[in-house]
């Protein structure tokens, strides 16, 4: 659950990330937003797979967020990861998100 927030983190759209436990087997995370220039540096996240469609990808067609501006998370046979390190590790997997 939190491999995507790691991502997040070291990307630089989020401050941090903490898991709440509530001892009743319930646990939330709360997750410290960023904020660059009196705004918030995550302008928009759209889901790219969902259960009913899941969207694949090969090294060679991972997309490009904004021109580079945002990324995609991949979920990868090495692990989740940035669209940049997916390209530079030539693996490919599903697109979960992109972020801008």
């Known amino acids: ?11 630089g759209y989020i401050r941090d990330y903490s898991q709440v436990d509530y001892g009743n087997g319930k646990s939330e995370i709360e997750i410290e937003l960023k904020y660059a220039e009196g705004g ?3 302008r928009e ?8 469609r899941r969207v694949y990808v090969s090294v060679k067609s991972i997309p490009q967020v ?6 995609s998370i991949l979920s990868t046979p090495k ?3 940035a669209d940049h ?14 972020i801008f």
Do not use: H, W
Not at 45 to 52: A, D, L, N, Y
Not at 66 to 71: Q, R, T
């Open 45 to 52: 996240i759209m889901r790219v797979s969902k259960p009913g």
């Open 79 to 81: 692990g989740v990861m």
């Open 40 to 42: 918030p540096v995550i």
């Open 1 to 11: 659950r939190t491999r995507v927030l790691d991502v997040l983190k070291a990307e």
């Open 66 to 71: 904004a021109n580079g501006l945002g990324i």
């Open 85 to 98: 390190e997916a390209r530079e590790q030539n693996v490919g997997g599903e697109v979960l998100c992109q």
